[in-house]
Nanobody, 127 residues
């Protein structure tokens, strides 16, 4: 089993940047594809971005494409989400999730695919 801990959230102004981290413990992160999801108040959780276990495959929601960048450092057991040009509508609790996979280039945007979830980190963007 792998435990996930998100960090890096906070309160920023529109146009600012934040970098979220998702750190894994318990076992190596390298066999896992990782996804970021977010949930705004009174809204359903939605997909943000995902990265393959090798790091070669990435995919983004249209709403964040060109502003957010996902990356990973398997040696540090950590996945990052660099968020630039933040909008107030990016305000949400951000969750990372991990899916064990044998396919090094596959990534997954459906939250039902994921096996493990972190507790979330709050991102608030003021206008």
């Amino acid at each position: 089993q792998v435990q996930l801990v998100e960090s890096g959230g906070g309160l920023v102004q529109a146009g600012d940047s934040l970098r979220l981290s998702c750190a894994a413990s318990g076992r190596s992160f390298s066999p896992y594809a990782v996804g970021w999801f977010r949930q705004a108040p009174e809204k359903e959780r939605e997909f943000v971005s995902t990265i393959s276990r090798s790091g070669t495959g990435t995919y983004y929601a249209d709403s964040v494409k060109g502003r957010f960048t996902i990356s990973r450092d398997n040696a540090k057991n950590t996945v990052y989400l660099q968020m630039n040009s933040l909008y107030p509508e990016d305000t949400a609790v951000y969750y990372c999730a991990a899916k064990h996979t044998y396919f090094s280039s596959n990534y997954y945007s459906n939250e039902k695919e994921y096996d493990y979830w972190g507790q979330g980190t709050q991102v608030t963007v003021s206008s």
